[in-house]
Each structure stands twice: as structure tokens, then as C-alpha cells.
């Protein structure tokens, strides 16, 4: 009775003995990515780290286009830091397209904001908040939202989160946007918005968006549309962000 | 007025004659040979169609490695505007495309020839002799239409040459003209490459002439004078810190020891069990070696073995072990470090790390190549039969000089390795000499 019992379930008992097994064997992808980005998340780490010579930004879970634009940038000299010129110069686009999406598909939960008061005043924060939400039309600074989203964790597929990322590395990056030392495909709205920026705006902005807890969904939006920039901001980095301009014959 | 005396005035005349003698000959030498002109007929010719030709031509371009040095990343390929960095300043290479008023537009067949054979541009204009035309003097004139005929087959790229930021008056016609008086033979004949030419001649070819090694790896004097275009004893490169290692010692490239299966696959990969290509070479191998047919490759392999089997091979001989107490040091930092990817026993791992164990680059006498790869890090060449190389993280930030010493000195010694300790001052000076 038993033994015709385990003879008609024995298919079963096989593939459960299969089951279990198959956890001890490696998981890896075709292409094991993961091992060819080594050297990257050396520095890098899952969740960002710092070093003696800045932050280096957390790569997992920001949108494809974004990171494959930073890889060009560095090779093409539109970004500068050594070590990254030197690493991605020998490998070609559609490698480092690769990389970018690899690191894309990730799923690593941020890590929460600095607990540390801020430095600045409240009054100072508040200022933040307002220019990151609400821009400042009269000095043509649109809001942080009108581009990275409503909730800044970045628009599928050129543009990055804001949130998740500590205050030195946003002040250093706009601070570099300031002087060119870091740049864009052109048009660079970015740089443009920056350099409308005073230092007081700079390190307001940055605060607050430090501050700011990040939410429990941590990929990047599709784009909104109404979220669009007029025509005098035209980015070269996330041309979707700019309304297509009308084809010939059409209205 | 008086007169000045006899021994003040004769010598005076003298050497004044004797100044205006050699500016005369400076400038018939660079300017006035028009006689010495190569006359070689053109040969763009009826036997070949235009598309065979130009792909020829980019198929030489890609021997010569022309297009790393007059292309820019993200620009129209051979437009030229890259920097260059020399010991006397920083020269930018030309716009090669047919535009009009940047580029080459104007040109002909002809210019272009005369251009490699002479280093001269039709205006008579010289050119900075960081253009190799030591080199391109000795391309045949089939070749060299062939590449006019691919450049002017490229879409025209407005891009201008910026200017030279040479120290003066390095940068000047007149400086220009001594040094080539001193450093280039423009009459020197050069005899036309065989029809047919063996394994040997075509390997001489394309390292001498179209691939222009020695301007690497053979050794320039203190005014950066050409070395001699069969000099492939091995250079430090200025500027960048790397060493161009000895083509020709088998201690430093393993030319004669190493499988010539694993040579094709260095040159056209950059990568091979033991070592990778990286800095510069990695380059040349990226827009230049990957692209050599079989045979072209296995020619210049025949030429380098060849000529390194009537050197005189000095092997190293093996080194003292160094002290145990960097030893101890050197070997905790490999466990953390090192050994995920290079193994236990420094074995390396198959078609993506190379092996340390018996490895020559890890042996070298002079270890600024090692010490590099440890400070930057970096990924072998993205080629055709390698697309997606595996790469090593930089150093420079992790480990101090102390400790890069330690585990160089380490890995120097196991496995089967002999060579000597490097010491935490040469890392602190090769750092030092690549900070920038």
C-alpha cells in the first residue's frame, strides 16, 4: 500500500528532491555581470560609500539611461575623476550599456537619511523645500519635482532620484555643475539651472534633500506628462523631457 | 670710430659665417630638397573598386593606430583635437576628414603622401614630430592612397585644430626645423615593400613602418629625438609613467617562451593567462591590434621573434626572498584582498583573471607597470573576440604605499616567483610621479 503510494508520487518526490538541491548551485546570470563589475562596486559598495576623496554614489536601482550617460560622460571627458576615465576608456558603448543596466536591475534598499541636525536654519530648510517643490519662477529655477518627480526618485530612463544620497555628494555634485567641472550632453539644463543657483540656494536645496526619507518604492517613475519643461530648457541628457517638437503637417 | 682689433673681428666674422652656413643648410634641408619630393606615381588606381580601396584604407588606418591619436571619444572618428601630453607641452592632433576649411578638403592624393614621406603639410608647413613620420615615411605609396582614399571617404567634420601649447620657441617653424635637422633624414632612401613579401618582411612592415612601435618602446633622447624606427628595447613613457617594455627580452614579453597561440590571442585580445594589456598598450590594442587579419599578426610576431632570437637573452636571476616581516604584511593583504579573484595560490581564474604563479609581468625588474596596475586598477580592452573584459578595482585610496611594497613584494616571491621586494619608496615615487 505504502510502496504503491511512493510509486504514484514518484515523479513528485523527485522533483522535491531537485528543489532542495538547487539553492547550493551558484547562481549566475549568462552573462555573470555581476563578477565583470567588480572593480566598480569596489569602491562603490551596494548602498555608496565614503572616501578619502568624496562620496561615490550608490549605483543600484537608478535608472539605465542616467548611468549609462555618467559612464560616456567620464569617458568623454564631460565628467571628471581620474580613476573613472582610466577604467572606462578601454571598454566600448555598448559594454558600459551593459554595466549600466546590470546595475539598473538591482534591488538594494536605501539606506535611511543622516539622523544629524541640520546645519543650517530652519528658515534656511524651509527655503529648500520651497525651491526643491516649488522652483522659483521669477528667477527661472524650475522645482527639483518638475524633472526627477513628483516623489524625486528620478523619471525612467535618463533621470536620477535625489532622494537616498548624502550632503556632501549633492553639494560637491552641484558645486561641480557650477564651475563645468562636471557637464551634460548639450544642452545642458542642468548646468544651466545650477548656474542660476546661489551657494545659499546650493547648500538649502542639498540639505533638504538629504533630509528627506526615502520611500518604500525606490525605482524611478515613468514620466508624467504634465511634468514636461518649456522650450527654454531643453536637456541633451533627457531629450523626453522636452515636448516633441510638432512634425511638419501635423497640428 | 675706432676700429675694432683683427683678433676680436676675424673670429667674429667667422663664426657669424659659419651661424648663417648652417641656418642656410636648416633651411634648404627642410624646405629646399622640394627635388627630394617622393615622385612615386599614384596608384589610385583602375584595379581595385573604390569600396575594396577604402576598405583597405581603414583596415591600414586601424594597423597604423591612426585613429587614437586623431579621434576624440564621442566625436566624429578622425577629427582630430586630442590632447596629447609631452614632456615639452601638449600637442593636438589634426582634423583628417575631407572638410574644406578644418580638415584635409583641400588636399590631394599627392599632399597626403607627401605629408608621411616629409612630415611637411602642402603649404610647407612642418608638422610636430609627435606625427610618427619617421614611420609613415616607410609606408608604400599603394598604402598610403589607399588610406587618403578611406580618410576622404569619412563624412567632412567642421573641427578645429586647436593650438599647440608647446613651451617657447619649441613650438616655432625655427625650432621645428633644427630639430628635424638634427633628428629626421628626409633624403634617406627607403626602399619600396615587396610585392610579395615573406612573413618576415611583412611582420618588418607593420611594426616599423604602419604600426609605429618604436615610437613607444624605443628610447627618445632628452630633446625627444625619434629613435631609430627598429628601436624596440623598451622606454619609459614621459608623461604617462608607464614602461614600454623590450619587445625583444624574452624576460620582459616572454617573445620566445610564450605559445605563439597565446601571443595572437595578447595581441588580439590584450589578454593572455599571465597578463593584460593595460594603460597605453591596452589602447593600441582597442583601436589598433584587434583588428589585424591572422596572418598580419602572426607576420609581426615572426618579425619580433626573429629578431629577438639574435639578442642576446638575459634572464633575471632569481632574487633573495624578502624579509618575513613583509612577507607577513604582504600576505594578509593578498588573503583580503587580492585572493577573491586571483586565487590561493595567486592561479588566477580562467578567462578572467591571469594567474600571478610564474607570471612575467608580476617578475619584472623594474615594477612600475605593477605598481601602476595596483594604484589604478582598470579593465583590459573591449575587443571583438573579448567584448566584455573583466577588470581589477583601483588601489590607490585603499591600500598606502607601505602596503602596495608589501603585497607586491609578496606576490613577487610565491608560487614559484623570484624576483626582488619592491620597496614602499618606489611605490611612494611612481604614485607620486602619476598624481596629477
Known amino acids: 500500500m505504502l510502496q504503491t503510494l511512493f510509486r504514484q508520487t514518484l515523479p513528485l518526490w523527485i522533483v522535491l528532491l531537485c528543489a532542495s538541491a538547487a539553492p547550493a548551485a551558484p547562481i549566475s546570470t549568462p552573462e555573470n555581470m555581476a563578477e565583470r563589475v567588480r572593480a566598480c562596486t569596489a569602491c562603490h559598495g551596494e548602498q555608496g560609500r565614503a572616501a578619502p576623496d568624496g562620496y561615490y554614489p550608490r549605483l543600484a536601482g537608478k535608472p539605465a539611461g542616467y548611468l549609462y550617460h555618467q559612464l560616456l560622460n567620464f569617458a568623454e571627458g564631460r565628467r571628471r575623476y581620474g580613476s573613472m576615465a582610466q577604467l572606462v576608456q578601454p571598454l566600448s558603448d555598448d559594454y558600459l550599456l551593459r554595466m549600466a543596466q546590470h546595475f539598473a536591475s538591482l534591488d538594494i534598499p536605501y539606506p535611511a537619511p543622516s539622523r544629524e541636525a541640520p546645519r543650517i536654519s530652519p528658515q534656511d530648510l524651509e527655503r529648500g523645500r520651497q525651491l526643491a517643490v516649488h522652483g522659483n519662477p521669477a528667477r527661472q529655477l524650475p522645482a527639483c519635482t518638475a524633472c526627477h518627480g513628483a516623489a524625486l526618485m528620478g523619471t525612467e530612463p535618463n533621470v536620477p532620484a535625489l532622494l537616498g544620497l548624502p550632503l556632501d555628494y549633492l553639494t560637491a555634485q552641484l558645486g561641480a555643475w557650477q564651475t563645468g567641472e562636471r557637464r551634460a550632453h548639450a544642452p545642458d539644463c542642468m548646468a544651466a539651472i545650477v548656474r542660476r543657483m546661489t551657494p545659499g540656494d546650493i547648500i538649502s536645496v542639498a540639505s533638504w534633500l538629504s533630509m528627506q526619507p526615502v520611500p518604500a518604492a525606490t525605482h524611478a517613475r515613468t514620466l508624467q506628462q504634465g511634468l514636461l519643461l518649456d522650450d527654454s530648457l531643453r536637456c541633451g541628457s533627457a531629450p523626453e523631457l522636452n515636448p516633441q517638437p510638432h512634425k511638419k503637417g501635423q497640428p | ?436
Open chain 2, 1 to 436: 670710430m675706432k676700429k675694432w682689433p683683427l683678433w676680436v673681428l676675424v673670429p667674429l666674422q667667422v663664426s657669424a659665417a659659419l651661424w648663417l652656413l648652417m641656418a642656410a643648410w636648416v633651411l634648404w634641408d627642410n624646405w629646399g630638397r622640394q627635388a627630394s619630393t617622393p615622385s612615386t606615381a599614384e596608384t589610385l588606381s583602375t584595379t581595385h573598386t573604390d569600396q575594396q580601396q577604402i576598405e583597405r584604407g581603414q583596415y591600414l588606418a586601424r594597423a597604423g593606430n591612426c585613429i587614437a591619436c586623431h579621434s576624440v571619444r564621442g566625436q566624429p572618428l578622425m577629427s582630430g583635437a586630442r590632447a596629447i601630453d609631452t614632456p615639452f607641452g601638449t600637442v593636438y592632433s589634426s582634423n583628417l576628414t575631407p572638410d574644406p576649411e578644418t580638415g584635409l578638403g583641400g588636399w590631394s592624393a599627392q599632399d597626403f603622401w607627401v605629408a608621411l614621406q616629409l612630415g611637411r603639410t602642402p603649404t610647407g608647413r612642418l608638422l610636430v614630430p609627435v606625427f610618427p613620420y619617421n614611420h609613415t615615411r616607410l609606408i608604400s605609396r599603394s598604402d598610403s592612397d589607399a588610406l587618403w582614399q578611406w580618410l576622404q571617404s569619412l563624412p567632412p567634420a567642421h573641427q578645429a585644430q586647436p593650438a599647440h601649447t608647446l613651451r617657447w620657441p619649441l613650438g616655432t617653424q625655427a625650432a621645428l626645423a633644427v630639430w628635424r635637422s638634427l633628428y629626421f633624414d628626409a633624403s634617406a632612401k627607403v626602399d619600396a615593400p615587396p610585392e610579395a613579401p615573406t612573413a618576415m618582411q611583412r611582420g618588418a612592415y607593420l611594426v616599423e613602418a604602419l604600426g609605429h612601435c618604436a615610437a613607444c618602446h624605443g628610447q627618445r633622447d632628452l630633446l625627444g629625438g625619434f629613435p631609430d624606427v627598429q628601436d624596440l628595447y623598451g622606454a619609459a613613457m614621459p608623461t604617462q609613467g608607464w614602461y614600454a617594455p623590450d619587445l625583444l627580452s624574452d624576460a620582459q614579453t616572454g617573445i620566445l617562451s610564450m605559445d605563439t597561440a597565446q601571443w595572437l590571442r595578447r595581441l588580439q585580445t590584450g589578454y593572455h593567462d599571465r597578463s593584460v594589456a593595460s594603460g597605453p598598450m591596452a589602447e593600441v590594442v582597442q583601436h589598433s591590434l584587434q583588428y589585424l587579419s591572422e596572418a598580419d599578426a602572426q607576420a609581426m610576431l615572426v618579425y619580433l621573434q626573429n629578431r629577438a632570437r639574435q639578442q642576446t637573452q638575459i634572464h633575471n636571476a632569481p632574487a633573495p626572498a624578502p624579509r618575513w616581516s613583509v612577507l607577513d604584511i604582504g600576505q594578509d593583504i593578498y588573503k583580503n584582498q587580492c585572493a577573491q579573484c586571483h586565487g590561493k595560490q595567486g592561479e588566477g581564474m580562467p578567462q578572467a583573471y591571469p594567474s600571478l604563479a610564474g607570471s612575467l609581468a608580476i617578475q619584472q625588474s623594474d615594477p612600475t607597470n605593477l605598481v601602476l596596475s595596483v594604484l589604478q586598477g582598470g579593465y583590459g580592452p573591449s575587443t571583438q573576440l573579448r567584448p566584455s573584459p573583466y577588470g581589477m578595482p583601483p588601489f590607490k585610496l585603499t591600500l598606502d604605499d607601505r602596503q602596495i611594497a608589501a603585497v607586491l613584494s609578496y606576490v613577487r616571491s610565491q608560487w614559484g616567483n623570484q624576483a626582488s621586494e619592491v620597496t614602499p619608496l618606489q611605490v611612494n615615487r611612481i604614485r607620486a610621479s602619476t598624481d596629477h
